[in-house]
């Protein structure tokens, strides 16, 4: 299958959702108010926020709320010098994370390429502080590339994440023109070396999006990429444009489609995968991970 040179109009059935019972949801947007903390549910305009905040849960995005990095299928906003990051918030994402009583935590951020170390040290701050009010909590982050610098790597994997999930996104063929100031190279690299310096220790994970032109088996040529830098968790889900200013959806992939790439990226050797329409990296996060050990 190739990707459609003309985007097409409307939705198909199953990239359309009801919204849940209203749950815990207030509670949890209450609490992200009262500690002016950012989640990439809300700045991502992600499809499953209201479900996630109804169970209780949130991935926090740390560093900002401005991104220096401009993707074209993202709705942060992007600023080449955002704000300095908050000195108290690795402290207000760990009060959180205890009064929303979560096991496992996720931890993503903006990408800073103004700072010296892309924000890894504060990424550092931020684990040892959820780790001091949970340590019984399994620990996600969902890190930028910090450029490659393999030092900012090990800052992150030395405070003691449990998960170092980072995305490559989309195929090498289409990084020009949907991650025009990523690299497809780099970003495998930061995946090997996390894997590399921390070993079993740590479990590496990385996703991607369909939808954006590539062809089936760009996607399964990624997941042979990605195992070969020993990466052991996928999650493969489809785009969906924020706005009709970002990247438009240039096909629909059936969930037959989704469900043959999980069968793929099973034999292939991936410990954990979720790969569905609604799947993002951190959705159902905690439940992928326990995947890894069924």
């Known amino acids: 299958m190739t990707g459609n040179t003309q985007p097409p109009k409307r939705l198909p059935p199953w990239l359309k959702r009801r919204l849940p019972a209203r749950g815990a949801a207030g509670e949890v947007r209450r609490l992200l108010s009262d500690l002016h903390l950012a989640t990439v549910c809300d700045g991502a305009h992600c499809p499953n926020i209201s479900e996630c905040y109804a169970r209780g849960t949130a991935t926090f995005l740390i560093l900002g709320r401005k991104c220096t990095r401009s993707c074209g299928f993202c709705a942060i906003p992007t600023d080449e010098r955002p704000a300095p990051p908050r000195e108290d918030e690795p402290q207000a994402v760990a009060q959180a994370a205890r009064r929303m009583g979560l096991r496992h935590v996720v931890i993503t951020s903006v990408t800073r390429d103004d700072l010296a ?14 780790r001091s009010e949970l340590p019984e909590a399994v620990i996600e982050v969902l890190t ?12 992150v994997l030395a405070a003691g994440c449990d998960v170092f999930n980072h995305n490559v996104e989309t195929v090498p063929r289409l990084y020009a023109e949907v991650r025009p100031q990523a ?14 310096g921390a070993g079993r220790k740590v479990h590496t994970k990385s996703g991607l999006m ?9 996607v399964t040529q990624v997941m042979r990429d990605l195992r070969s830098v020993g990466c052991d968790m996928l999650t493969i889900g489809h785009y969906l444009a924020p706005s009709a200013d970002h990247a438009p959806v240039r096909r629909f992939v059936e969930p037959r489609q989704f469900d043959a790439w999980q069968v793929q990226a099973e034999a292939m050797g991936f410990v954990s995968v979720a790969a569905g329409p609604f799947v993002r990296s951190s959705y159902n996060a905690e439940q992928v991970y326990q995947k890894r050990s069924s």
């Open 117 to 130: 170390d892309g924000g890894a040290e504060h990424f550092a701050k931020t684990i040892r502080a959820v």
């Open 210 to 218: 369909v939808g954006l032109g590539e062809t089936d088996d760009e």
């Open 183 to 196: 690299d497809y190279a780099r970003s495998l690299d930061v995946l090997k070396h996390a894997k590399a």
């Open 144 to 155: 930028p590339d910090f450029q490659g610098r393999h030092d900012a790597i090990d800052t």
